[in-house]
């Protein structure tokens, strides 16, 4: 008896697990809702993406090579995206030209930041 009861509370705890899991309840990082090298929330792999506000809706800007990429008219916060292989980094600099940056967003993560005083967007890796 208890054998079976022990197999039920498990099961129920691991379906729990899986279903908190399937909602995001357990996932601090995207890394945890898609595996590195998907396309990510309309992120294409490869690209640093800016999203139009502190989420993950709508079909954000990208940029792809490296180097610098000014951007225009971006206000407020918004959601910056990595989503580019290790070694890669997206920096955000306050000069459009590339320069003073103070931000730098690892590859697979984001960053909620104010672009109001921000200009560019530099990716540099390997």
């Known amino acids: 008896m208890s054998r ?3 197999r039920t509370k498990l099961a129920a ?3 729990t697990g899986v279903m908190a899991l399937g909602t995001g309840v357990l996932t ?7 595996a590195a090298g998907d396309t990510y ?10 999203y139009g506000g502190a ?3 709508g079909w954000p800007a990208e940029y792809f090579t490296r180097g610098n990429h000014p951007f225009y008219n971006q206000y407020g916060v918004k959601r910056v995206f990595n989503n580019q292989t290790p070694g890669w980094y997206v920096h955000l600099c306050r ?9 730098t967003i690892a590859p697979w993560s984001y960053r909620d930041v104010d672009l109001t005083p921000y200009n560019s967007l530099r ?4």
């Open 41 to 50: 929330a309309n992120c294409s792999y490869g690209a640093g993406c800016i």
């Open 13 to 15: 705890v691991v379906a």
């Open 4 to 6: 079976t009861s022990l």
């Open 28 to 34: 601090a990082s995207p890394a945890g809702a898609a």
């Open 55 to 57: 989420n993950w809706n």
């Open 95 to 103: 000069n459009a030209n590339g320069t003073n940056c103070d931000i």
């Open 123 to 126: 990716i540099v890796g390997p």
